[in-house]
């Protein structure tokens, strides 16, 4: 059972470049999200779809692009890094629309370094 | 936005004592869930909570909707080494549109 994969695991870039962190899940799961983990910041959610071709803004969706356009790919896009985006990124899916009852299904994580 | 404050935001204990941690809100949630992430890993769901007052257990764990639905605890008995992570609380509100809005985090650290 693979979940929800993420790639790469770790990144690093320099300030200016762009990048996509890749999000894939094999559980049919409507809804996909994009959380940031930053120390003493807890989970802060960036982006999320409750469907193929829907996706919305979560807190702190600046700087950051997504795309749905199967039900099993979210990727995040980084179009300029900035040193701000340095973080520990998870991608989460859930079974029901909207997310329903909260049960997400989180991913391993990307940590993303930018110098 | 909505926040949920997390405490204490970390504790340090001896391993077979038990542990509580809390979490509350200015507002009313309708569920309230509570996670854990091991250390490189992403969060795994432990306890899933939907009704105010609905107290629910799995193995040593326990946890607790409040009556007021403005908070929820959790709580460890007879801790071991592999209880070391952060927990998070993790809640759904009317206005959230299906978003999980999540606590900072308690991390535990366990001496064996």
């Known amino acids: 059972n693979a979940g929800v994969t993420q790639t790469p695991k770790f990144q690093v870039l320099k300030t200016g470049q762009s990048m996509t962190l890749q999000c894939a899940q094999d559980?049919?799961?409507?809804?996909m999200s994009w959380y940031r983990q930053d120390p003493g910041m807890g989970l802060r959610l960036i982006h999320y779809s409750v469907g193929a071709g829907i996706t919305d803004q979560g807190e702190v969706p600046n700087g950051y692009n997504v795309s749905r356009s199967t039900t099993e790919d979210f990727p995040l896009r980084l179009l300029s890094a900035a040193p701000s985006q340095t973080s520990v990124y998870f991608c989460?899916?859930?079974?029901?629309?909207?997310?329903?009852?909260?049960?997400?299904?989180f991913g391993e994580g990307s940590r993303l370094t930018v110098l | 936005g909505q926040q949920l404050n997390q405490s204490p935001q970390s504790m340090f204990i001896q391993e077979g004592e038990d542990v509580s941690m809390n979490c509350t809100s200015s507002?009313?949630?309708?569920?309230w869930l509570w996670y854990k992430q091991d250390p490189g890993e992403g969060p795994v769901l432990l306890i899933a909570l939907y009704k105010a007052g609905e107290l629910t257990s799995n193995g040593r764990l326990t946890a607790q909707f409040g009556i007021t639905r403005k908070d929820s605890f959790l709580n460890i008995s007879a801790s071991i080494p592999s209880d070391v992570g952060i927990y998070f609380c993790?809640?759904?509100?009317?206005?959230?549109?299906?978003?999980?809005?999540f606590g900072k985090g308690t991390k535990l650290s366990v001496k064996p």
């Open positions: 989460a899916s859930s079974p029901r629309p909207g997310g329903g009852t909260g049960e997400l299904f």
């Open positions: 507002s009313i949630f309708n569920t």
């Open positions: 993790a809640g759904l509100y009317g206005g959230s549109q299906g978003n999980l809005i």
């Open positions: 559980m049919n799961h409507e809804y």
